[in-house]
């Protein structure tokens, strides 16, 4: 379900600096009619060099097909994306993109360019080849909707958080269906639970139909953009409803075996938010793989990374390796073992699809892989009391 939006004047984007011309800025800036959309003084400026050629302004609320949904000054209007470097899966027009628009009497309107995105969200494609998919741009919060209709996976939910912190926004993560967990005992064990496997992001228990616990929610993202993520009945459209505080978004119910939804939504949104700010709302998602995101990786696991500078190897692999700290973490119960597990899943995951697009780190994945082999056989060599000069005994 696709909801119209209109420019708000009134809702600025941000508070204003201290300084004179930090606050002069700042009143340009939410004067605008897109400011309640989080148009600023750098988004001008960056635009500048497109409004000399006549061009306007406008953010994408949604894409389909080839064509989106962008908000301008003067309202919402359907524009084509063919200009916009169509065969780059990296370049194509997402929601949440700033575009430089046709004027105002084209037929047919087109996107004539993207402006420079400040943080994209992306995920790596379900298909053979080495492609990744950009999910929402120009987002400061990731909000992860876990659902507490079924058992919490903190493998997927690390997995998730990878992505989030590689992308540049904030993640945070939001327990939905709350109401399911009436003990508070056991609500705040499986809090718990899930701030151990993210450190650094709020965790937020919300019983989004009662609304309690979204107004927490609401303060917690501010006026900026936030993205919301998830699996198919992890109750997305639900709490985009409650944060909407309008029933915008289409609602089906879950299956009670498994906790299990149909794709509610089956296109990327943006919805404006009554205390300032918008969320893209995004359709459930089936597959979340890495894509090229080393660091957020070990922001997830930063406890591991803090480990491994102990590690008498600079690049341990945390396996069998001698003076492992990492693996004494493990064995003193200071780590748990899921973690390290994990941790492995999601640093080989990631290299993997890292090697299938650059060719010297392809080289350096089978250099090491060689090195281990070598080494492996000469610990072998070692335990029989055999030297690498000497023969292995005939069978």
């Known amino acids: 379900m696709h909801s119209s939006v209109s420019p708000d004047a009134s809702s600025p984007a941000s508070s204003p600096a201290s300084s004179p011309a930090a606050s002069r800025a700042y009143s340009r800036a ?3 009619p897109l400011a309640a959309l989080g148009w600023d003084e750098d988004w001008a400026a960056e635009f500048a060099p497109h409004a000399e050629h006549g061009l306007l302004p406008g953010r994408v609320v949604r894409v389909d097909r080839g064509l989106c949904d962008v908000v301008t000054a003067a309202g919402t209007v359907r524009a084509d994306t063919e200009f916009v470097v169509p065969h780059d899966p990296m370049k194509v027009v997402c929601t949440g993109d700033w575009v430089a628009l046709d004027p105002e009497g084209a037929d047919p309107r087109y996107v004539r360019t993207l402006l420079p995105r400040r943080t994209a969200f992306i995920r790596s494609t379900s298909s053979k080849r080495s492609e990744g998919q950009i999910l929402a ?25 990878a992505l989030a912190w590689e992308s540049g926004a904030q993640p945070v993560v939001v327990l939905t269906k709350a109401d399911l967990v009436p003990d508070p005992v056991v609500l705040a064990h499986l ?15 919300v019983r989004a139909r009662d609304g309690e616990g979204v107004e927490e929610l609401a303060a ?19 709490l985009a409803n409650a944060l909407a505080g309008a029933d915008l978004m289409a609602v089906q119910a879950t299956r009670d075996l498994d906790g299990k939804g149909r794709h509610t939504t089956t296109t990327r949104n943006l919805l404006p938010l009554p205390g300032g700010g918008v969320l893209i709302d995004t359709p459930g998602l089936r597959g979340v793989g890495l894509w090229d ?21 600079h690049d341990c692999a945390h396996d069998a390796e001698p003076g492992c700290a990492v693996r004494a973490a493990v064995d003193d119960g200071e780590l748990a073992p899921r973690r390290l597990d994990s941790y492995r899943k999601l640093v080989r995951e990631n290299q993997w699809i890292v090697a299938k ?39």
Do not use: M, Y
Request: glycine share 14%.
């Open 30 to 32: 939410s004067a605008h």
């Open 137 to 161: 741009a120009n987002v400061d919060h990731a909000v992860v909707a876990i659902s507490l209709a079924v058992d919490l996976d903190l493998g997927r939910i690390e997995r998730f958080l």
């Open 191 to 205: 809090v718990q639970d899930v701030e151990t496997s993210a450190p650094g992001v709020p965790v937020l228990p």
């Open 220 to 238: 917690l993202l501010g006026r900026g953009t936030s993205v919301l993520l998830g699996a198919s009945g992890a109750g997305k459209s639900t």
């Open 293 to 313: 995101a080393g660091g957020g990786v070990g922001q997830v696991f930063a406890e591991i990374e803090e480990l491994a500078r102990g590690c008498r190897f």
């Open 357 to 395: 697009s650059d060719a010297r780190v392809r080289a350096d994945i089978r250099q090491d892989w060689k090195r281990k082999k070598a080494e492996g056989r000469a610990a072998g060599d070692a335990k029989r009391g055999r030297g690498p000069w000497q023969p292995a005994p005939p069978r």
